[in-house]
């Protein structure tokens, strides 16, 4: 029953995955490649989160700060998509 919570945390990863495998094949865009980087290591720190989280097993101190270092890696990494996406946006205006 312990490995319930690790197990959707890396499901509700998957997506990320997919989403980086679309951004990668679109080799077109002069920002894809970041965007597709940027959301594979988002799904990285969702499944490393996920491993964090089944090692911490019943400790609750433990699964905190897995938790809590994984939702600021993946805010990190959103924060750091939309700025790329901007920079983007101002250099084809131009």
């Known amino acids: 029953m312990e490995a319930l919570a690790p197990l959707l945390l890396a499901l509700t990863g998957l997506p990320a995955v997919g989403i980086a495998a679309w951004y ?17 290591l988002a799904s990285l720190a969702i499944f490393g989160g996920a491993i964090g989280l089944y090692f911490a097993g019943g400790d609750r101190t433990a699964a905190t700060v897995v938790v809590v270092a994984m ?14 996406m901007k920079r983007g946006d101002r250099d084809t205006r131009q």
């Open 24 to 40: 990668a094949r679109d080799a077109r865009g002069p920002y894809a490649r970041g965007i597709a980087l940027r959301w594979a």
């Open 71 to 84: 939702v600021v890696a993946v805010n990190a990494l959103a924060v750091s998509l939309v700025m790329h």
